[in-house]
Nanobody, 132 residues
Framework: QVQLVESGGGLVQAGGSLRLSCAAS????????MGWFRQAPGKEREFVAT???????????DYADSVKGRFTISRDNAKNTVYLQMNSLRPEDTAVYYC??????????????????????WGQGTQVTVSS
């Protein structure tokens, strides 16, 4: 079992930055693929970013086109934590942001990790509001 707790959300003006954290407990996530998704009111939960475990200590990041160049996903395995650095925020980034973990240790093509159903564990989410 993995428990995920997101933090770092809040209210920010357009053009500002936030860093979200996802702290994991229950087991190490060093061999897990981690993802960030978001859900705006009235919309489906959508992929934001993932950092895939490639085996050993190597990872590959992937981003939704809407955040590419503005958001950066990273991980600190010593802290069992994943981050989402969000820069140049826009009002359309307003959503609840969720962290997710996929722990089966299989290596899959990166697009597979854009799917919500891929992930085994989810956090409760943190609200991000970007004002114009």
């Amino acid at each position: 079992q993995v428990q995920l707790v997101e933090s770092g959300g809040g209210l920010v003006q357009a053009g500002g930055s936030l860093r979200l954290s996802c702290a994991a407990s229950g087991r190490t996530i060093s061999s897990a693929t981690m993802g960030w998704f978001r859900q705006a009111p009235g919309k489906e939960r959508e992929f934001v970013a993932t950092i895939r475990w490639n085996g050993g200590n190597t990872y590959t990041a992937d981003y939704a086109d809407s955040v590419k160049g503005r958001f950066t996903i990273s991980r600190d395995n010593a802290k069992n934590t994943v981050y989402l650095q969000m820069n140049s925020l826009r009002p359309e980034d307003t959503a609840v942001y969720y962290c997710a973990a996929e722990t089966d240790r299989y290596f899959r093509e990166i697009n597979y990790y854009r799917l919500r159903g891929t992930y085994d564990y989810w956090g409760q989410g943190t609200q991000v509001t970007v004002s114009s």
